[in-house]
């Protein structure tokens, strides 16, 4: 079985091809074309830029990704495409691409959770799949969340931001520090500066929610605090590295914790580390680490790095599941599928 996967929630057009045999699941093509350069002049997404730069890009894409997988059009089985959640006007070149090609090449359109999408990366290229019960972390620049699998397909949220998600935490005060868009990466990079050189971090921040009795997270109160160390503190342009470390720990000890908390409740077989965030060499270490030691029971799941951010092999992988899963078989027609910037899992 051959799935065209389709993605153009935020600021990344991509296009993947994935090969199922036996289950196995193999991707022959992972194209992504970002747009990270265009919006960081602005410090952020805009979503008109994104929307124009879709309608572009998200054509060759396609085309770069039949290519490298080397297949044609002809042997595909399905198109699964993001539906939501995400920007509606970024949502649609993916949509509209899928609904033309669904039509012209006779094939259905599995819609996916971009959400969803986010945890079947961990299903992607691993020798070992993650065995249910299954707990999610999801750690993107839209969206927080722990997620209760029992099997595939079946999905109960045990925790979520209240507010701001750690992405856009990582974002949000970066651009409070001068640096650019997106700041997650360049946050780790002066975090880990200032961890070869000092050992000592004099800068402290809150870890909101901590010992909140929940799964819940809080984020927004971070950059608060951080305005207001950078408006007492005069020399701060000559501490970033130090609170860039202090911003990582803050939010690294609060996801480490919840998670823990987590996996002591409900006592899951694996844990998925997943989204853009699941990128940050910090964090994997820091839930490596104590999910070992205190958990060694639980496996923990880190995906590939070319599947963190995101990519439409994760949405091609999700959809096979899905379609494994449907009892019926049957596909929405067509011309039904909307894009829904605010899909609830
Ligand atoms: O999953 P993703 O590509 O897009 C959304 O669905 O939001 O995640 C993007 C987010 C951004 O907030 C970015 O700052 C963050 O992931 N990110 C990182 C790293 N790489 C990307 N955060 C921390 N460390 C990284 N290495
Ligand atoms: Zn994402």
Known sequence: ????????????????????????????????????????????????????EHVLNILPSIEQA????????QKLHAIAVTQGPGLVSSLLAAIES??????????????????????????????????FPIISLIVSGGHTNLILMKEHYNFKIIGET???????????????????????????????????????CDIELPRPMIHSKDFDFSFSGLKTALLYKLKKDKNWKKRIPEYC??????IIETLTHKSLKAIAKYQPKSFVLAGGVAANKA????????????????????????????????????????????????FLPYHKLKADPNLSI
């Open 283 to 330: 964090l994997r270490k820091s839930l490596s680490q104590e999910i070992n030691t205190k958990f060694p029971k639980t496996k923990l799941f880190l995906p590939n790095l070319a599947y963190t951010t995101d990519n439409a092999a994760m949405i091609a992988s999700a959809a096979y599941f899905k379609y494994y899963k449907q009892k019926d078989k049957s």
């Open 162 to 200: 209240r507010d701001d998600a750690a992405g856009e935490a990582y974002d949000k005060t970066a651009k409070m520090l001068g640096l650019s868009y997106p700041g997650g990466p360049i946050i780790a990079q002066y975090a880990q500066k200032f961890r070869d050189i000092h050992k000592k």
């Open 66 to 73: 039949l290519q490298e997988a080397n297949l044609s059009p």
């Open 245 to 250: 470390f202090a911003v990582e720990s803050a």
């Open 1 to 52: 079985m051959y799935i065209l996967g389709l993605e153009s929630s935020c600021d990344e057009s991509a296009a993947a091809v994935l090969e199922i045999k036996q289950h196995k699941l193999k991707i022959l093509s992972n194209i992504i074309a970002s747009q990270i350069n265009i919006h960081a002049r602005y410090g952020g997404v805009i979503p008109e830029i994104a929307a124009r």
């Open 98 to 131: 899928s609904k033309t090609l669904s039509a012209v090449w006779q094939i259905p359109i599995i819609p996916v959770n971009h959400i969803i999408g986010h945890i079947y990366a961990a299903f992607i290229d691993l020798k070992q799949s993650p065995k």
